[in-house]
Nanobody
Framework: QVQLVESGGGLVQPGGSLRLSCTASGSINSIYARGWYRQAPGKQRELVAVIRSGVSTNYADSVKGRFIISREDPKNTVYLQMNSLKPEDTAVYYC?????????????WGQGTQVTVSS
């Protein structure tokens, strides 16, 4: 089992920046990948960024060049630095980790944090 606690959401003006944090506890040694998803009203949840056990990362096309995912292993924390925010980035952002136990993947989700980009 893995528990995730998110922080860092809020209201920001277009062009501004926010940093989201997600700290994991529990069976952290089995974590294979950490990522961020988001869900806007009336839309499906979508992948924003993911970082795997090495340094491999992937980003949604809509955030490439603006968002950066990173992790700080001693703190069991993954970050999402969001720059040049746009109104269309408004959504609830969810932290996600995938653990691998005996070859089986198990996903875990944070509680979600609201990001609102508006003037």
């Amino acid at each position: 089992q893995v528990q995730l606690v998110e922080s860092g959401g809020g209201l920001v003006q277009p062009g501004g920046s926010l940093r989201l944090s997600c700290t994991a506890s529990g069976s952290i040694n089995s974590i294979y990948a950490r990522g961020w998803y988001r869900q806007a009203p009336g839309k499906q949840r979508e992948l924003v960024a993911v970082i795997r056990s090495g340094v491999s990362t992937n980003y949604a096309d809509s955030v490439k060049g603006r968002f950066i995912i990173s992790r700080e292993d001693p703190k069991n924390t993954v970050y999402l630095q969001m720059n040049s925010l746009k109104p269309e980035d408004t959504a609830v952002y969810y932290c996600n980790v995938i653990t691998v136990v005996v070859g089986v993947q198990y996903p875990y989700w944070g509680q979600g944090t609201q990001v609102t980009v508006s003037s």
